[in-house]
């Protein structure tokens, strides 16, 4: 059954995951991937919630395996960031590169700590 909940996740976060990307990308005519930072910044807020909401005990496994493991994991990508870092710094666009690690890991920690605040102030 967990592993059922996983792939109906994924499933979700897949095609989400792209179509959001494609949708991003398509709205800015840059070299900076903002599809890729918009996804995972908005899958970190989406777990910060789902952990705010489990530590208060409103989120159960089924849940956490559902929207954490299956859409969150499918939804956000560590190795198509580190991709497009590595093309951006190769391709000589050195600040876009670095604009890219800082913004996505600040943006990134703050999303999750926003969502858990939110949840523990719904939930908690």
Known sequence: MNWLLVIVGAAVGAPLRYLADRGVQARHDTVFPWGTFAVNVVG???????????????????VQLLLGTGL??????????????????????????????????????????TGTAIAEAIWG
Not at 78 to 104: Q, W
């Open 44 to 62: 970190c807020a989406v777990l910060g919630v789902l952990a705010g909401a489990a530590t208060a005990g409103a989120a159960s496994s089924h």
């Open 72 to 113: 969150c994991g499918a939804l956000t990508t560590y190795s198509t960031f580190s991709y497009e870092t590595l093309r951006l710094a190769e391709d000589g666009a050195r600040f876009y590169a670095v604009a890219n690690v800082v913004g996505s890991l600040a943006a990134g920690l703050g999303a999750a700590f």
